[in-house]
């Protein structure tokens, strides 16, 4: 049996019918450089969505590569709780420096940082006197992990419903998505509406209303969906007024991915001052995608309330392998990649407005493609709304793409690409060819199932995120 059968037997696939893999089983990836992966058949495939948005520059990146060989053969890893090391220091400080959030606290996944936050907010409350604030704001399409915790303020039915009896369901708010605007309303309107909702509710509910946690710019798992800069200072203005925190949800936007280092850095309140979030969320391109590490930051004023003379009043959540030194020199590599510039003075922000702009002169096709319905840009995320009604569509093109040499996995009926950051124009040009070749095979396959009663087992979607 080659790689793929076996682990078809014996892996447990994430987000996955296992079932569907008797007849697709999952492709064994063995090798990698820059932004490809290599089977063991020696097929390259283009990972266009950075290995679930992780990665940031390429597979086998040296400078990652090199600090954690380094670390290696000086520290594999220690406890934090009672010791400290060189790394992880280093990493709060820098972090402090570019968020203005002073604090942070360490886990190893983005769903534990959304559970870190949560919980800190509410025992912050707690803590002043206020126990009755704990309960939590979400937004309509929210995604922010699969904990129990993390869940209960996600709203992607198809991961919650099974779960939904173990589950304390935040609120769920209207979303600035303009998509989502009632017909004939445009999409400043709709964003007023939200934030007059988001009012409303705070009017009625902040005394029991721990924190708002939402994905500042990009709703990655509603499927892209893109909102304006405006309502975060909205956010900023409402959350400060009736004393509840914001949480900043950057596990998949920090790092440059929405065009600035930190996307809720985009939003510049009256002081024309980027606006600052009570906690920020962080994880996958935290590390450059290479190794598993989250981080929550925090502020003074939530980190005093915690200060204190008994052990029940400090924040005794932890994880074993909190603030990892390998990982931690990791995400040092990272920052020091977003500091580093060429010798005409431009750092890797600017070289992806570059880059973004060629894409999107390449994409001219796609974005023109007559069963394009709605497309988006920000930063390194593309998505393209395919006007297709059958619900396998996500599974076939994912599997159509695979055969280019392309790891796509439309979420619904949204075609994303949400590429590492090094793409050359030659794999742009892969990445765009090969999508509108999957669009030509795929839909009319679609259109041919679309309205047919019966579907086969196999032909219900998988669970395409
Ligand atoms: C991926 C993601 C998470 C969860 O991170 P995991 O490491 O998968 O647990 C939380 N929030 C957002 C916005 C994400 O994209």
Not at 83 to 112: I, K, N, Q, W
Request: net charge negative; aromatic share 8%; proline share 6%.
């Amino acid at each position: 049996m080659n790689w793929s059968e076996r682990s078809r037997h014996a892996v447990w696939h994430p987000c996955t019918q296992m079932k569907v893999h008797e007849q697709f089983p999952p492709r064994a990836i063995v090798a990698a450089e820059g932004p490809w992966l290599i089977d063991d058949q020696g097929h390259r495939i283009l990972d266009a969505v950075s290995s679930w948005w992780v990665n940031l520059f390429g597979h086998n990146f040296a400078p990652i590569r090199e600090a954690i060989t380094d670390q290696l053969h000086r520290l594999d890893h220690t406890m934090l709780a009672g010791l400290t090391h060189p790394p992880v220091v280093e990493l709060s400080e820098r972090l402090a420096a570019l968020t203005g959030l002073g604090h942070a606290f360490y886990a190893s996944d983005g769903a534990s940082a959304t559970e870190i936050a949560l919980k800190m907010s509410a025992h912050s409350w707690r803590n002043q006197g206020r126990p009755g604030k704990h309960r939590f704001i979400g937004l309509q399409g929210g995604y922010h992990g699969e904990t129990a915790g993390a869940l209960s303020v996600t709203d992607i039915p198809l991961f919650r419903e099974a779960y939904a009896p173990l589950l304390r369901l935040s609120a769920t708010l209207p979303s600035p998505d303009p998509r989502r605007a009632a017909p004939g309303v445009l999409a400043a309107e709709h964003l007023q509406h939200c934030v007059a909702a988001l009012e409303a509710y705070l009017v009625e509910h902040h005394a029991h209303t721990a924190a708002f946690i939402m994905e500042p710019l990009v709703q990655g798992a509603a499927g892209m969906a893109m909102h304006d800069a405006a309502y975060l200072v909205a956010v900023r203005e409402l959350c400060t007024r009736f004393n509840v925190h914001w949480i900043a949800d950057e596990i998949a936007v920090g790092f440059g991915r929405t065009g600035t280092l930190f996307a809720h850095q985009q939003a510049l309140g009256a002081d024309g001052q980027p606006v600052r979030p009570d906690f920020i969320c962080l994880s996958k391109g935290l590390t450059g995608g290479v190794l598993p590490l989250s981080c929550v930051l925090t502020t003074d004023a939530v980190y005093d309330a915690f200060w204190h003379d008994h052990t029940t009043h400090g924040f005794l959540h932890s994880h074993s392998y909190t603030g990892n030194p390998l990982a931690c020199r990791a995400a040092l590599a990272v920052l020091d990649t977003f500091e580093a510039r060429d010798t005409q003075g431009l750092g890797v922000l600017d070289h992806n407005r570059v880059a973004a702009a060629r894409f999107n002169a390449l994409a001219e096709p796609l974005t023109r493609h007559p069963r394009v319905k709605a497309h988006r840009h920000l930063g390194m995320v593309w998505a393209w709304d395919i006007d297709v009604g059958e619900p396998t569509f996500a599974a076939r093109f994912h599997r159509a793409a695979m055969d280019e040499g392309l790891l796509l996995r439309p979420i619904g009926h949204t075609l994303y690409a949400m590429p590492p950051y090094v793409l050359t124009e030659a794999d742009q040009r892969h990445l765009i060819d090969g999508c509108l070749r999957v669009l030509d095979r795929v839909l009319p396959e679609c259109d041919a199932l679309a309205g047919s009663p019966v579907a086969t087992p196999t032909d219900r979607p998988l669970n395409m995120a």
